[in-house]
């Protein structure tokens, strides 16, 4: 039987770890008899993966990614298990491991959004740390059998960066709506907090995604409805909530936090719409799980949610308040825009991991 190795080491994180945990649920619902499919978790992380077949091993590997254990500790880790193929889940690798391999790029925002605001560091160890990054990124897309990337718009980026002579083993295969959210029940508890008009933001609060650029133009928006962001409470979380204080718009702008599926289904359900103001992305997840609740969507005119939703949005400068504010104001004032909750069938986890196992599959057969 062949091994292959899983990097599922941000399991428990937001974005990635949706990645991954939806990876691992339909990798066991395919038929992969003659495949063994070698978990390398978090300690943490162990007790929140669900029941799994025989032929999932779980490899403990206390090592976090971009650190020096990383590329030393679990490096000789997965070297010690021999596996026939490797899977990177995320921007980061042992630089030394040169075992076959293949890696998942979910975007180059650091790259192309350089800043040291993004760093709780000091501004030396943040340029050594972007360095670094630019060299194992550089490893990585050179060394892959195969990079999978969730849109077109991040092929083209890594094509712009590294050459056409990595164009013929980049493939982009959709994400989609995580299969937890699909399932759970709305928190309708919520009603009662949230019984006013509202906007959704869901996300981090990284410097690219763009916030405070956000919560300037809706301060100046004609409506009662207010702004809640939802996201992790985090140093970048703190920052935004200073600026929130320093405006005096605590009655505006609301923060919700730690958001389970069952919350954000309610958010989805019952916001006038999504907004979403990033000035880069990979992907998207937030805007793919509003349109499958027919949540209007009003986003940043960046290719990659053209890509996505199409005609199904209303679209701003990212770069500028005031066409942030008139779009949401021409949104309140007439509603005209399309909605539907039909997602792109190709944009499904399910169907992603389906593909990805096909690529399993070709990549050791092709060795």
Known sequence: MKKIGIDARLFSQTGVGTYIRNLIY?????????????????????????ALPRNFI?????YKWHTFQEQTLFCYAILKDKLDLMHFTYFGFPILYRKPFISTIHDITPILFKTGKASTRGKLIYEIKMLAFRIVLYCQVRYSKMIITPSMAIKKSLIQLYGKTCEQKIISI???????????????????????????????????????????????????????????????????????RRLNSENKIIFFHNAT??????????????????????FGLPIIEA???????????????????????????????????????????????????KVNSQMSFKSMTRKICLLYKRSIKGQ
């Open 261 to 282: 599926t069952s919350d954000l289904k309610f958010f989805y359900k019952k916001a006038k719409a999504l907004i979403h103001p990033s000035l880069s992305e990979g």
């Open 174 to 244: 959709y994400e989609g709506v995580d299969y937890l959210l699909i399932k759970s029940k709305e928190n309708i508890l919520l009603q009662t907090k949230f019984s006013f008009p509202f906007f959704i933001y869901v996300g981090n609060f990284y410097p690219h995604k763009n916030i405070h650029r956000l919560i300037q133009a809706f301060l100046e928006v004609k409506t009662d409805a207010k702004l809640v962001l939802i996201g992790p409470k985090d140093y970048f979380t703190s920052k935004i909530q200073s600026e929130v």
């Open 291 to 341: 349109k499958s609740f027919n949540c209007p969507i009003i986003v940043s005119d960046i290719p990659v949610f053209h890509e996505l939703v199409d005609n199904y949005a209303i679209y701003f400068d990212p770069l500028d308040k005031i066409d942030i504010k008139n779009k949401i104001n021409h949104f309140i004032e007439n509603g005209n825009i399309r909605c539907s909750d």
């Open 26 to 50: 339909y990798l066991m619902q395919e038929d992969t008899n003659e495949l063994v499919f070698y978990l390398y978790i978090l300690p943490q992380d162990r007790e929140a993966l669900p």
């Open 58 to 62: 779980i490899r403990i590997s206390p």
